[in-house]
């Protein structure tokens, strides 16, 4: 595998968006993180040189799809535009068979596929061939998506102005997620506020060992559970939104799980 072809590849293909657009380069910087976390976890669970190199790849095209949904729609919100990671999808293994121009051999393309449509999904289905490299490719990106999220100014993230922002309060959906330790479905989001805590709950559907290692190192869902907000009722949502994972946390990190996640 030519690591150095598959990056200039993607780099050429990103030429062809405006790289002036914050949104193009957050991705654009997203992308080759994912990569190396989704190298790292593959890493520690074992696995095959050849499969490691697949979760690289996988994390290195992802998010094809999100450049054109900038394009054409300026928002990262699916709900309000296409599902990204169908699209990334469609863009790779469509007719024009994109993917051709990272990878020579055919052998991984159901399997990169797949971890690529489902890689943003609220569940996976039952039957996904390679259920592992789709979970290590989740885990990346959530990971990394804790991170812009401290990076990069919410109100471009969310497309909402400051104000609405600062005072929205977590509605109560949102709250019991953090309660009941899941995601939060897209459409139970009705705040502005409601997406930072949507991307709090992602921590809980973290699988594997090495995920929650490196959540710990990056300190980066404590800083985003520090929110600040002009609302008193939404400092006191995050006081309890911080004590709930505390919990959570501290009996995944005593208990632990297997390295294959389950």
Known sequence: MNRQKIRSEFQNYVSNYD???????????????????????????????EMTEIAWVCGMLHDLGRFEQVRRFQTFIDAESVDHAKLG???????????????????WDERIKDAIYWHSAYQL???????????????????????VNLETPLEDIYN???????????????????????????????????????????????????????????????RMMHFTSENPVTRAQFAEIREEMQRYLETEYERGRGTDGN
Do not use: W
């Open 89 to 107: 999808a469609e863009i790779l293994f469509g007719e024009e068979k994109l993917i051709r121009r990272f990878l020579e051999e055919m052998k």
């Open 160 to 222: 909402v102005t400051t104000e609405a922002l600062r005072t929205s309060e977590v509605t109560q959906e949102v709250m019991d997620a953090v309660k009941e330790h899941h995601t939060v479905l897209r459409s139970k989001k009705k705040s502005p506020v409601d997406h930072v805590v949507g991307h709090i709950c992602l921590t809980f559907e973290l699988v594997y060992p090495e995920s929650r290692k490196i959540l710990k190192e990056q300190g980066n869902l404590e």
């Open 19 to 49: 790289l002036s657009d914050p949104k193009i380069r957050l991705k654009a910087e997203h992308t080759y993180r994912v990569a190396d976390l989704c190298e790292r976890i593959a890493g520690s669970l074992a696995m095959s040189e």
């Open 125 to 147: 289905p039952e039957n996904l061939k390679e259920e592992q490299l789709c979970r290590i490719l989740r885990d990346a990106d959530k990971l990394d998506i804790l991170r």
